[in-house]
């Protein structure tokens, strides 16, 4: 069974630097998830954040641990494996005092946990608890008694016990050393294990929110896919509906396929027909000849429509002009009337009174 979390919080990551040790490094550019998990198989409880693609806080929680607030917003702890002081930055005072109550309640948890895991131990190994109060018991009796000097008699019995009893002890002592000196080997392989698979659930994490921004977008394409595919069958339901077909059936797909059928005879034929249209090149090449002496006609025609339009402009424009000299001569004509009928006026009077003349 891995390990699983508990509680998270958002904070700003920072180490001690390690010359000075009393400057803080920022470990994350941002805020980043800062979680408990717990080892169920190991009985172990860990913080661990991960920024990007590596992990920036792997400390394991001891008993021994102490989470201080050394502002209102900001904390750290000492971690004597990792060799080096974590610090956590909150944006609010509430989430500092959260996750302070939870380092506190993790912690006192790790220490249950060593006290059963201790327990455990020693149920496994009754030749340690036996000769644990063997060798009390004689440091006690060595401490109180006088020192064996008898050879013979109880006193030799006795010595020759505590001797087998120590040389026991010291046989157990040196079998639980070398079982504690493998077992800490077995957490540093168990640890280094740890690291890398923390490194491949990093790139697996950053792999699997690449495959989630990938198939968003796939949902969103087959989304749209069948809103169009929704669109185009309302479509065929309203143009079948205004065709007088069913919109499902069998004689409606028969029907369909008749007029499909009608419409590939009718593409046949007029395959057929450019086929034809094809063969007959030289007479479409003789009608095109004739087309184009026709235009050069026509544009002859057309030049010779100009010229008799600019000669037809020229006459009525001489027209207009001899219309104007017309009416001029025509004005000068009834001047001349005018005066012509003056003088026949005067000459008519010159005679009545010449007349005069020759009556008297």
């Not at 394991?60 to 494996?81: E, V, Y």
């Not at 050393?177 to 280094?192: P, R, V």
């Not at 990093?202 to 749209?224: I, R, T």
Request: net charge negative.
């Amino acid at each position: 069974m891995g390990e699983q979390p508990i509680f998270s919080a958002r904070a700003h990551v920072f180490q001690i630097d390690p010359a000075t040790k009393r400057n803080w490094l920022p470990a994350s550019k941002h805020a980043v998830t800062v979680s408990f998990f717990y080892d169920a198989s190991r009985s172990v409880y860990r913080i661990i954040s991960v920024g990007g693609t590596k992990a920036i806080i792997n400390s394991t929680i001891t008993p021994n641990m102490t989470f201080t607030k050394t502002s209102q917003k900001f904390g750290q702890w000492a971690d004597s494996r990792a060799n080096t002081v974590y610090g956590l930055g909150f944006s609010t005072e509430q989430q500092l005092q959260q996750f302070a109550e939870q380092f506190k309640e993790v912690k006192e948890a790790a220490r249950l946990a060593r006290e059963k895991s201790q327990e455990r131990f020693e149920l496994a190994n009754p030749a340690l608890n036996i000769a644990a109060p063997q060798l009390s018991q004689e440091l006690s009796e060595e401490r109180h008694s006088p020192p064996l000097l008898t050879v013979n008699g109880p006193g030799e019995e006795k010595l020759f016990r505590s001797k087998s009893a120590e040389v026991e002890l010291t046989a157990e002592k040196e079998r639980v050393k070398k079982m504690l000196s493998e077992g800490s080997m077995c957490e540093i392989n168990l640890e280094a294990e740890l690291f890398t698979l923390q490194d491949s659930n990093a790139k697996l994490v950053a792999a699997l929110q690449e495959a989630n921004s990938s198939v968003e977008q796939w949902k969103k394409q087959l989304a749209e896919y069948q809103e169009e595919t929704d669109r185009l069958r309302d479509q065929v339901a309203e143009l079948e509906a205004q065709l007088g077909h069913p919109a499902a059936g069998q004689p409606g797909k028969e029907e369909l396929s008749r007029s499909l059928e009608e419409l590939e005879a009718l593409l046949s034929a007029k395959d057929q027909e450019i086929h034809s249209l094809q063969s007959k090149k030289t007479d479409v090449g003789e009608l095109e000849k004739e087309r184009e002496e026709a235009m050069q006609r026509l544009q002859d025609v057309e030049r010779r429509n100009t010229e008799l339009e600019d000669r037809v402009q020229s006459a009525e424009k001489t027209l207009a002009s001899n219309r104007e000299e017309q009416e001029q001569a025509e004005v000068e004509v009834r001047r001349i009337i005018e005066v012509l009928d003056v003088k026949i006026c005067d000459l008519n009077s010159l005679r009545e009174n010449l007349a005069k003349l020759v009556d008297k």
